[in-house]
């Protein structure tokens, strides 16, 4: 059935860094991918999306890029900084609903 | 301008019992979907409504059904509970049009707070 992998579990850098987390999904009929963005004992909070017309997406640090082809898209948080710690999750559109990716737990370290 | 409420926050049961969760969406949002996130993992789409109808369906047994008011606001009832029913459950709302006035709103959805339900 449909399905959304998401790599890596976790993630640590440094501030100032980068970090790529990486998502591919399996309904060729996906159109709309975004990224939220979990803190401990907090909703998700949608922080970037993409639809399938589009190959990129930037708001300030954060990029989202998208290839159709190949059924994966990657979210890209550039100068990372300690409250960027959180666990985000990646989904895709199935139906008119949300299929997410089981989270990348990503620490930044000063 | 208040965003998507849910209650009751925290939740206790026992097994064989039934629960019933509350969900009331951001302004001007019409529809409701409902996600349950067991710990350390992704949110899982349980069902969405809109127009008081249940549009689309997870993969979850029949013991979980909802309910959908005029006002958009949305109830969650799980009979015969198991221990495996503890999670968080997420309602997330959404508005059939998008900001461009066009449809396919839909799956830009805004979560709310979440109730912590534990089953004994």
């Known amino acids: 059935g449909e399905n959304v992998e998401q790599h890596p579990s976790t993630l640590s850098v440094q501030e100032g860094d980068s970090a790529v987390i990486k998502c591919t999904y399996s309904?060729?009929?996906?159109?709309?991918f975004p990224w939220y963005k979990q803190e401990l004992g907090k909703r998700p909070q949608l922080i970037i999306d993409?639809?399938?017309?589009?190959g990129e997406k930037k708001d300030q640090r954060i990029a989202v890029t998208l290839n159709k082809t190949a059924k994966h898209f990657s979210l890209h948080i550039t100068e990372t900084q300690p409250e960027d710690s959180a666990v985000y999750f990646c989904?895709?559109?199935?139906?008119?609903?949300?299929?997410f990716g089981k989270g990348t737990t990503l620490s930044v370290s000063s | 301008d208040a965003g998507v409420t849910q209650s009751p926050t925290h939740l206790i049961k026992t097994r064989g019992q039934q629960v019933t969760l509350r969900c009331s969406p951001k302004s001007g949002h019409d529809t409701v979907s409902w996600y349950q996130q067991a710990l350390g993992q992704g949110p899982q789409f349980i069902f969405q409504y809109y127009e008081e109808e249940e549009r689309q369906r997870g993969n979850f047994p029949d013991r979980f059904s909802g309910h959908q008011f005029p006002n958009y606001s949305s109830e969650l009832n799980v009979n015969a509970l198991l221990l495996g029913d503890s999670a968080l459950y997420l309602c997330a709302s959404s508005s059939d049009i998008d900001n461009a006035g066009l449809a396919g709103g839909w799956w830009e959805q805004f979560f709310g707070p979440g109730t912590r339900l534990t089953v004994l």
């Open positions: 309904d060729s009929a996906s159109n709309y």
């Open positions: 989904a895709a559109s199935f139906g008119t609903a949300l299929i």
């Open positions: 993409i639809r399938s017309n589009v």
